[in-house]
């Protein structure tokens, strides 16, 4: 994939990006110790792809994924496992396009 950089940012469980997309990073807010999973599909039933657990200090975290990202071939779901913990996460993808 060649394809510009976009940007989404969501806060709820669901899917965030339809078809086939390349994960380039994510930026979130937290107040508090959080799961964010990333599954590859239109659910959270598909297989997870990246799992990141929040610090318990408020902050802001960025990941930046090397290379050229990882590939998610039927879309982006993402679970917030507390959406009153994280409050907003802003994805960096190539591909799809926004659920």
């Not at 799992?51 to 975290?61: E, F, H, L, N, Y």
């Not at 050229?68 to 039927?74: E, K, L, T």
């Amino acid at each position: 994939m060649n394809d510009d950089v976009k940007a989404v940012t969501k806060k709820e469980t669901g899917q965030v990006i339809d078809g086939r997309s390349r994960l380039q990073g994510i930026q979130y807010v937290h107040g508090a110790s959080a799961d964010l999973t990333f599954s590859n599909g239109a659910t959270s039933t598909g297989t997870t792809l990246l799992q990141i657990t929040a610090p318990s200090a408020i902050g802001v975290q960025g990941v930046s994924i090397p290379q050229n990202g990882i590939v998610f071939d039927d879309g982006i779901h993402m679970t917030n496992g507390n959406t009153a913990a994280i409050t907003s996460v802003t994805l960096f993808y190539e591909g799809g396009g926004e659920a």
